[in-house]
């Protein structure tokens, strides 16, 4: 006698599907619409830092020329860290997740749809962020301010990426904060931002040649003193975005169907 083996309707295939994707980050974004302390801390906060920034040397603009597009990337960065990976912890300890994966969706389609949802929302803040900086602050770079708003939007894709990954080792929100310190601060102060990477210890430069931080001021650094797109930006923008993908790839790999 055959046997066949029945397959689950509900079971989500392996390929990402961009309908359930597209789903998914309306989802997201519908449920941040009913959350606007969350939104202002992701678009507001960034432009707020880049105001004070500005008037703290107020009496040495040449200061904040050099390190505010440096600023503009980490920002962002930052913001987009925190804010994610509180959101997508709440979710993933509310149930909300695990009866998400209980659906026909994939692991990779809940990923995508979140760092689609985020991702929406770092292009308003990016935009927002580099227009007030450029046009608003005086910020007074050499290259493109498009070129900025590029490495600014990677940065927050970066940050929202780190986001949802660190979420899957946290059991709480003070947990998920706590993580700031191991995955942020490192790469804060081995960035280039204090002191140039080449003039400091050549282990910790070694440390700084692999963390993603550092490839975003150098791209800005890049737009500051170029007037053209240089090759060197081409490979900051580029690591910086694989990085993005890559940490999206581990995220979707750690995310389980179960929450304990």
Same mark, same amino acid.
């Given at each position: 006698? +055959? ?14 599907? @961009? ?9 997201? =974004?519908? #449920? ?12 507001? $906060?960034?432009?707020?830092?880049? $105001? ?5 040397? *107020? %009496?040495?603009?040449?200061?904040? *020329? ?7 990337? $980490?920002?962002? =960065?930052?913001?987009?860290?925190? /804010? ?6 709440? &979710?993933?300890?509310?149930? +909300?997740? &695990? ?8 692991? %990779? ?9 985020? %991702?929406?929302?770092? $292009? /308003? ?6 227009? =007030? ?20 939007? =990677? ?10 990954? @660190? ?9 998920? /904060? #706590? ?17 140039? !990477? *080449? ?30 797109? +240089? ?10 975005? %694989?990085?993005? /993908? ?7 790999? +750690?995310? !389980?169907? !179960?929450?304990?």
């Amino acid at each position: 006698m +055959t046997t066949t083996t029945a397959t689950t309707p509900g079971a989500p295939t392996g390929a990402l599907n @961009v309908s359930r994707t597209a789903a998914t980050a309306a989802r997201v =974004l519908r #449920q941040l619409r009913h959350d606007p302390r969350t939104i202002a801390l992701m678009i507001l $906060i960034p432009c707020l830092m880049l $105001i004070l920034l500005r008037y703290v040397f *107020d %009496g040495s603009p040449r200061t904040f *020329d050099n390190i505010g597009a440096s600023l503009l990337g $980490i920002f962002p =960065l930052i913001t987009m860290f925190l /804010v994610t990976s509180i959101a997508t912890l709440r &979710e993933r300890t509310s149930g +909300t997740l &695990e009866r998400l994966l209980a659906m026909p969706l994939g692991k %990779g389609d809940v990923i995508a749809g979140y760092a689609l949802a985020f %991702g929406t929302l770092a $292009i /308003v803040q990016s935009a927002l962020a580099t227009g =007030l900086a450029v046009w608003f602050l005086g910020l007074d770079v050499t290259g493109s301010p498009w070129l900025l708003l590029l490495v600014a939007l =990677l940065d927050a894709l970066l940050g929202t990426a780190l986001g949802l990954f @660190v979420s899957a080792f946290a059991a709480s929100e003070f947990q998920a /904060v #706590q993580f700031m310190p191991a995955v942020i601060f490192p790469q804060l102060l081995l960035c280039g931002l204090f002191t140039p !990477r *080449d003039k400091m210890h050549p282990v910790l430069e070694a440390i700084s040649d692999v963390l993603p931080m550092s490839y975003a001021v150098d791209g800005m650094n890049e737009v500051l003193k170029h007037t053209d797109m +240089t090759a060197a930006f081409v490979r900051d923008a580029l690591i910086v975005a %694989g990085c993005a /993908v890559l940490v999206l790839t581990l995220g979707a790999a +750690t995310l !389980r169907r !179960r929450t304990t």
